[in-house]
């Protein structure tokens, strides 16, 4: 039996941000392993605590290529990240609970960086899933497991993006009676493959909160505050890291799994604090 951390999407662009992520696991973490998936050869030279590179060749389908990088994954337990995210607070012990639990578990909510929960319908592509499955799914960070049939999950998944076609599922589905399938949207993205999945194979997906979600993207909806839906957060919220790598927002310390998205609040003061902590 092996537990990992697996993370996905890595390229030369976001190396900055995949080493901060790798930095800040090994900082709460210190045992098992961290793998990452690659679209391009030899990043592991640049990066410290990587204990294996898998090269995927990229697909220009995104979503089919996300599924296969988590069928990649070396481990027989993962739990699997984005890049564009940095981990300042996680208890190592919720892989007891982990262990026990379904062959996928994806966390169940979110926050904003003040604590407030944020909602599906903030997002575009959330309240297009809230819309056709009554929820979404954030896979921010998603833990699967392989003894518990997860590749079969994943397999489906990838095979369902990789074939999709609008009109082609539009009119299978339309000749069938009783028809309960949501609308099929133009192009598939990985969370809209999961609320399916979850919703056809719920006795293999859970929702968990394992991990605390702090999201600053874009909210394209949020129509009671503009800002969000038209700018990103460096650009409205006042922000600092200090010397001891706490990242602070509007005088909130942020401990969980922050979802920052974009890197221009990474300036050169902020990753040396950053790099000091978590060196």
Same mark, same amino acid.
């Given at each position: ?106 966390? +169940?909510?979110? $926050? ?5 929960? =944020?909602? !599906?319908?903030?997002?575009?592509? %959330?309240? #297009? ?97 503009? +800002?969000?839906? $038209? ?5 409205? =919220?006042? !922000?600092?890291?200090?010397?001891? %790598?706490? #990242? ?32």
């Amino acid at each position: 039996m092996t537990e990992g951390y697996l993370i996905v999407n890595c390229t030369m662009k976001n190396l900055t941000q995949v080493e901060l992520l790798i930095k800040s696991i090994r900082w709460f973490d210190k045992h098992r392993p961290i793998s990452i998936i690659t679209h391009e050869d030899n990043l592991k030279k640049y990066l410290l605590y990587i204990d294996e590179e898998i090269y995927l060749k990229p697909n220009k389908i995104l979503t089919a290529t996300y599924f296969h990088s988590l069928l990649a994954s070396p481990y027989t337990k993962t739990i699997a990240f984005n890049p564009d995210q940095i981990l300042t607070n996680f208890n190592i012990d919720v892989w007891e609970n982990l262990r026990g639990m379904n062959s996928i578990v994806m966390p +169940k909510t979110k $926050s904003n960086f003040n604590g407030d929960l =944020l909602d !599906y319908s903030l997002y575009t592509h %959330g309240s #297009i899933e809230q819309k056709s499955f009554g929820e979404g799914s954030i896979i921010d960070a998603i833990f699967f497991n392989k003894d518990k049939g997860c590749d079969y999950v994943f397999g489906m998944a990838a095979l369902i993006s990789y074939y999709y076609n609008q009109n082609q599922f539009i009119d299978f589905f339309a000749d069938k009676e009783n028809n309960v399938m949501p609308p099929f949207p133009k192009y598939l993205w990985p969370e809209w493959v999961m609320s399916l999945m979850y919703k056809i194979l719920e006795l293999k997906i859970t929702k968990f909160d394992f991990i605390n979600l702090i999201d600053l993207s874009v909210r394209e909806n949020n129509y009671t505050n503009n +800002k969000w839906s $038209s700018m990103t957060w460096p650009e409205f =919220l006042s !922000y600092w890291v200090n010397e001891q %790598g706490d #990242i602070k927002i509007e005088n909130y310390v942020q401990l969980g799994l922050v979802k920052y998205n974009t890197s221009a609040w990474l300036t050169d003061s902020t990753l040396i604090n950053l790099r000091k902590k978590f060196i």
